[in-house]
């Protein structure tokens, strides 16, 4: 329970000064109260700040940086959503860190880190090497105040449906390191009236530049109104998703809910 794990393994620790934090992010919340991640998240972050810095009599910074794990993979042949929107609610729904709600914050990307066949369950991968050093790129950019160094993947800046055409243009702010065509790490969701459901449809990519991918939406015979990528508990094999900067570092997941 949330107050045994905060009075056994928190509290106690409150007195002591605190550089920063790493959090290695668990399963649990995919299954329980899943919604609220995006709230109880920056939540716990906030008040561990105000109760550290409290507790040691200002010793600890009260905007002390942490630095996140983004969840793993669990099951290559989940169909639900729960590890995707977990890991979109871990960055307060703004899909990377730090941002507006969570400053001075850096997370880690690992979905691309599977191991189905890890003697620890898949749920447990074993390279922790490419997540300590993803994380200690945030760590030297954002606690050490290092200037100029990458430490965060490419993420959309722009996105501009071609409707003729059924095509789908996604622009980045970094240069991209292009690992492979995908049909289905790209989806795309349909409708014909701004009040009905969509449907998720895969968008296939097929073409890229150093820093547009182009995606094509045949499936779609309404509105392209809503994006997504990498919107699975597996999306791709091990360092093998599609997209990474020349650094290594992955395309974080994301979700775009209002394409014009």
Same mark, same amino acid.
Not at 89 to 112: C, E, S, W
Not at 227 to 247: F, I, Q, S, T, V
């Given at each position: 329970?949330? #107050? ?12 002591? #000064? ?36 409290a507790?040691?009599?200002?010793q ?13 993979t ?27 709600r969570?400053p ?18 898949s ?5 922790? $090497?490419? !997540?300590?050093?993803?994380?200690? /790129? ?13 430490? $965060? ?18 622009t980045?702010?970094q240069?991209? /390191? ?6 289905r ?12 459901p969509? $449907?998720?449809?895969?968008?296939p990519? !097929? ?8 995606l ?8 392209? #109104?809503?994006?997504?990528?990498a ?11 599609p997209?990474?900067?020349?650094? /290594? ?5 994301? !979700?775009?809910?209002? /394409?014009?």
């Amino acid at each position: 329970m949330p #107050s045994v794990l905060w009075d056994a393994m928190i509290h106690p620790l409150l007195n002591m #000064s605190l550089t920063g934090v790493i959090w290695y992010q668990g399963e649990s919340n995919a299954f329980t109260n899943t919604d609220l991640y995006n709230c109880t998240f920056p939540a716990l972050i906030a008040d561990w700040r105000r109760a550290f810095h409290a507790g040691s009599d200002g010793q600890t910074r009260p905007l002390f940086p942490f630095g996140f794990v983004q969840l793993s993979t669990f099951r290559r042949q989940r169909q639900d959503d729960r590890f995707p929107r977990i890991r979109w609610h871990q960055t307060a729904d703004y899909g990377y860190a730090p941002n507006k709600r969570m400053p001075n914050t850096f997370m880690a990307v690992a979905l691309d880190l599977c191991d189905e066949h890890s003697p620890y369950g898949s749920i447990h991968p074993r390279d922790k $090497q490419n !997540v300590a050093y993803r994380l200690h /790129l945030g760590a030297r950019a954002v606690a050490y105040g290092e200037k100029g160094l990458v430490f $965060q993947g490419p993420y959309p800046t722009k996105v501009v449906v071609d409707g003729a055409r059924a095509l789908v243009n996604v622009t980045y702010g970094q240069e991209l /390191l292009l690992l492979l065509m995908h049909d289905r790490v790209f989806e795309v969701c349909c409708s014909r009236r701004a009040q009905e459901p969509c $449907q998720w449809v895969p968008a296939p990519m !097929v073409s890229a530049s150093s820093h547009t991918v182009t995606l094509s939406s045949p499936g779609c015979r309404a509105a392209v #109104s809503r994006l997504r990528y990498a919107w699975a508990d597996w999306p791709c094999e091990y360092r093998m998703c599609p997209l990474y900067n020349k650094h /290594l570092l992955p395309a974080p997941p994301f !979700v775009i809910d209002s /394409l014009h």
